[in-house]
């Protein structure tokens, strides 16, 4: 392990990029906004008849006590379709910029065309650059030997941390919170108290996965957050609120109607259609975001021609 | 109307717009547009505010009041709150795919400085 | 099947691309190619339903389908609310149909590439196409925001696609940069709109304007034509499109010159619809400035570009131009010329992009400079890109013949300036693309190429495909006024009429008058005299390259994602004030 790289010179302001006039046109956005929002109601108005519809018509459609959620996923159920499309997208994006290289058949044009275009950056870029960014991969190699907890570092370890997983004090207390985190998340998708269920309820999930391979290190998490298993998982949930909202059309004249039978209200399934579009939407954007989370801790080098890498493991 | 909030979203959102635009590092380019992001957020939830409203939600009403009593009530904006909703899982999703793009970009370009990142101009 | 069977599917037409988007990334584990069979499948399933009530619709009335039959009451609309009319039909039917058609195209000449990332890009292609039909269909302002922000993500997953190109990510950084800034000004709209309004239904938002314009609601239309604009690729806020549309795989390019682009002039067409009665005179002035400067830029961009693709981009980005002055100019024979000449240019531009695609997959080669020669050994793709640019340029048999004249012949009443300025477009646009079709394919070039590959089945179909509608939209100008044009036009000029149709449960859109002399005289002067100049100058640009008097406007084209975002700032700022001052 190499010694501490030497400390840069700290420049005393950042170069900018012709601050008048940015300092300008962000000044004629701000006057721009200014004069929109004075002109806004106030907040003795009305609230708008449409809101008003929502609040009134959430028990009797629906049985159910949360109007946001009334909102999000029964009366614009189409536009969380889109988000969570939206969310899909972004999910195969990150998939696609992050992918290792695929043997290929045959003459791909773009690839030469490729090698060509990064010759041609090469050349202009200085000399410093490149070697800075090769000592940083050369240090994020070898790796592999680190020790499984701090624990088992001697004391006084100069910094940086090389260990995997944590402290036992952070490993047991992650132990004792993590069925708490994970039933309080199942709560609030299930019982349909919070506004938005599936997505925040995703989140909790993704945090969840988060806390397991932060304290634990990734091997203890690894098998859980393979892309083959996550992607299955994914592909589940998003098939399941297709065919969840399709089936109003034969069942209720409409997409997205809601034909499920109503329970009474702060019951599991209370809420009917809403229920069941939530509990998919988190299985969708709990296994989306690990997806997105891992793919860029995992991301390689493999697509920068660079001679010396062959691809090797980035830190975990 | 809360002057102040929304006084506070115009100009984060103005110093979001200034960061983009004078930030040469494509880091703080991104933050820009999560500072935009913000902003939208503080508008929107300002925006649903009515004076001496309560929640949207219908759980456990006050004594002497029902359920249907509460909803034809003093409450802030249920649909504004899903409109924030959107902007959120927006937020996330664009952030995630700008970073991914940044280390991509900072692969082959060795730089996160925007004037070394123009091989396509003119 | 009854008229409500009929509109209760069509959500299908979003939800079966949507569908084939899940299954591709799992099925490009098996087989690239199996993926992208399944997504033909699903878009051979959404142009299925949209056939199906486009009978009704181009007969002159909107289809309407409240989503979850959440119903409208007392002319409030909380629910999402779908709306087949003929202008939003048939930009859902172009993303389908010639989305089909890209696909097809992927699948034979990108079919080698690895599984897993066909699958990705099967997943992302399928996702844009569905936005893009869910956009058409919409008919509430904060649903056209969520679909607008789906075909942007896919957007940016495909510009990046080759990874092995530096110029793929940077061009994926610029756009998503300025085309971010753009979603949010819209977004800032919509909010505004409805804290002032409370409407988000395009019929709710339109009655409760009314004719007294507030400030809030003109800042509004300025930030919805600043952000449409952005995704339109107009000048000022176009850095991001010749990047994006160079660097991206060619399918992908052809994609978001023939048919993302529009989604922006989409937007823009709809809110200057839903807020007619309000400030009408102010916008459309705009409109015509900022599009015939679009119209001139992208055009003498274009001449001098040495990157094949580049130059199609700005050629785009001059199209585009062009269109929206066209909406600008606001009667019904300039609307129903808009409308024409947006099917005309999603099918030649596709066209010109694939042919571009083509070389470049086939050699690696990407500049006019290098190239030459091409009509000996790729005959098929130079005789596409001659229809194509034949196409473009207005010759008589083509398509872009009638709907540039439509436009010139609206255009000459009344607005002196815009006629210039689009008559100088359509003179250096001919001249931009003879000098492509000169430089690429018939220069002769003493080097023989070392590796060039063979057309395939896929490649042979799509041409055929692009070129015969180009021939058939051109040929046939008659049916296609009548049937498609006209009542395409009927919903921006009938704005009114669609707005109450979206209120309720339907109704029928009068149809607006344009007629077209196909052997006018005058027509075919100015036919004339627009090709001949341009190929006199293109022949002058070739022996001459690199004209001193392009160089401040090229030098303003820095390629710094800071300057760009400048641009587009500035001009953002001019369009808000342009609105509320006047």
């Known amino acids: 392990m190499s010694e501490p790289a030497p400390e840069r010179e700290l420049h005393g302001r950042e170069p900018m990029h012709r601050p008048w006039l940015g300092a300008l046109a962000a000044g004629g956005v701000l006057v721009g906004l200014v004069v929109a929002f004075a002109d806004l109601p106030d907040e003795t108005a009305a609230l708008p008849a449409i809101a008003r519809r929502a609040m009134v018509q959430t028990l009797p459609k629906f049985r159910t006590t949360e109007p946001v959620s009334a909102v999000v996923y029964g009366f614009r159920a189409m536009d969380t379709f889109g988000e969570t499309f939206l969310l899909l997208a972004a999910v195969v994006s990150v998939v696609v910029l992050t992918r290792t290289r695929e043997p290929r058949r045959g003459f791909v044009g773009e690839e030469r065309a490729g090698e060509e275009e990064q010759r041609r950056v090469d050349r202009g870029g200085s000399d410093e650059g490149s070697r800075t960014a090769r000592e940083a991969e050369a240090e994020e190699e070898g790796l592999g030997d680190a020790p499984a907890t701090p624990d088992d570092e001697p004391l006084a370890t100069p910094a940086p941390e090389r260990a995997e997983a944590m402290t036992v004090v952070t490993r047991t207390a992650v132990r004792v919170v993590l069925p708490l985190l994970a039933v309080a998340g199942c709560y609030l998708v299930s019982q349909g108290y919070s506004p938005g269920g599936g997505f925040p309820a995703g989140a909790v999930a993704l945090g969840l996965v988060l806390l397991v391979h932060t304290a634990f290190g990734y091997r203890r998490i690894a098998p859980v957050v393979r892309p083959v298993v996550m992607e299955a998982v994914e592909t589940v949930g998003a098939l399941a609120i297709i065919v969840a909202l399709l089936l109003g059309i034969p069942f209720a004249g409409s997409f997205a109607a809601s034909w499920v039978p109503l329970a009474p209200e702060q019951t599991l399934r209370s809420g009917g259609i809403l229920q069941v579009f939530s509990v998919s939407e988190l299985v969708e954007v709990g296994s989306g975001l690990v997806i997105v989370v891992f793919a860029l801790i995992g991301m390689r080098h493999d697509w920068a021609p660079d001679p010396e890498s062959d691809g090797s493991e980035d830190d975990r | 109307m809360i002057l102040v909030n929304y006084v506070v979203a115009a100009v984060v959102f103005s110093l979001g717009v200034y960061t983009i635009l004078t930030r040469r590092n494509l880091l703080k380019i991104v933050m820009g547009l999560s500072l935009m992001e913000s902003a939208g957020y503080v508008l929107l939830i300002s925006m649903a505010y009515r004076r001496g409203s309560t929640a949207p939600v219908l759980l456990k009403p006050p004594p002497g009041e029902t359920e249907r009593s509460l909803a034809r009530g003093n409450v802030a904006d249920p649909v504004l709150q899903n409109i924030a909703l959107t902007a959120v899982v927006i937020g996330v999703a664009v952030t995630a795919v700008l970073l991914t793009t940044v280390v991509r970009v900072a692969q082959h370009y060795r730089s996160l400085d925007a004037d070394d990142v123009r091989g396509l101009r003119g | ?582």
């Open chain 3, 1 to 582: 099947m009854s008229l409500t069977g009929d509109a209760a599917l069509l959500p299908v037409a979003v939800v079966a691309p949507i569908t084939g988007a899940v299954l591709a990334p799992v099925l490009g584990r098996l087989s690239g190619r199996l993926a992208l069979a399944c997504s033909l499948v699903a878009m051979a399933v959404s142009a299925l339903v949209l056939v199906s009530v486009a009978g009704t619709t181009y007969g002159g009335r909107v289809v309407v389908e409240h989503i979850g039959n959440w119903r409208p009451v007392h002319g409030t609309q909380l629910g999402v609310t779908f709306a087949a009319d003929p202008f939003g039909l048939t930009f859902a039917l172009l993303a389908a149909v010639i989305g089909a058609v890209l696909l097809l195209f992927t699948a034979s000449e990108l079919g080698d590439l690895g599984g897993r990332e066909l699958g990705g890009f099967a997943s992302l292609m399928q996702l844009l196409l569905a936005a893009l039909i869910a956009s058409g269909l919409t008919a509430d302002i904060l649903n056209l925001f969520v679909w607008f922000e789906v075909a942007a993500l896919a957007s940016y997953g495909l510009t990046a696609f080759f990874l092995e190109r530096p110029i793929a990510l940077e061009a994926a950084f610029k756009t998503m940069v300025l085309t971010n800034m753009a979603a949010f000004y819209v977004f800032v709209a919509i909010a505004v709109t409805y804290a002032g309004h409370g409407a988000l239904n395009v019929g709710q938002v339109r009655a409760a304007l009314g004719a007294d314009p507030r400030s809030a609601d003109l800042v509004a239309l300025g930030l919805v034509v600043a952000g449409f604009g952005t995704k339109a690729g107009l000048v000022p806020f176009h850095g991001w499109l010749p990047d994006a549309h160079t660097a991206a795989p060619g399918p992908v390019s052809a994609l978001f010159s023939g048919l993302m682009v529009n989604l922006g002039v989409l937007g823009i067409a709809r809110f200057v619809t839903v807020t007619h009665a309000l400030h009408r005179g102010q916008v459309m002035v705009l409109l015509t400035v900022v599009g015939g400067l679009s119209a001139v830029v992208g055009a003498l961009m274009a001449l001098v570009q040495d990157d094949l693709k580049r130059l199609l981009a700005y050629d785009t980005v001059s199209q585009m131009g062009v269109l929206v002055a066209a909406l600008g100019v606001g009667t019904p024979e300039s609307l129903t010329g808009m409308v024409y000449q947006l099917v005309n240019h999603a099918l030649f531009k596709t066209l010109l992009f694939l042919c571009a695609g083509a070389i470049v997959h086939a050699t690696g080669m990407t500049r006019l400079s290098e190239m030459g020669g091409l009509a000996r050994h790729r005959p098929l793709v130079t005789v596409a890109f001659v229809v194509g640019v034949a196409a473009i340029s207005g010759v008589p048999p083509m398509n872009g013949y009638v709907s540039l004249g439509l436009i010139h012949h609206a255009v000459e009443t009344g607005h002196p300036v815009l006629l210039v300025a689009l008559t100088l477009a359509q003179v250096v646009t001919v001249a931009a693309l003879a000098r492509a079709t000169y430089l690429a394919f018939f220069r002769r070039r003493d080097d023989d190429y070392d590796r060039i590959e063979k057309p395939s089945v896929g490649m042979v179909v799509s041409f055929a495909v692009l070129a015969g509608g180009c021939v058939a939209f051109g040929a046939l100008p008659g049916l296609v006024l009548d049937h498609l044009a006209r009542p395409a036009a009927s919903s921006l000029t009938a704005g009114g009429a669609y707005a109450r149709a979206v209120l309720h449960y339907g109704g029928r859109l009068p149809l607006p008058e344009a007629t077209f002399v196909y052997l006018d005289p005058m027509q075919l002067l100015v036919i004339g005299g627009t090709i001949l100049p341009g190929l006199l100058l293109a022949a002058r640009v070739v022996r001459h390259p690199g004209p001193r008097l392009m160089r401040p406007l090229q030098a303003l084209h820095t390629g710094g994602v800071n300057d760009y975002a400048t641009y587009a700032v500035l001009g953002a700022v001019v369009c808000v004030f342009g609105l509320v001052l006047t």
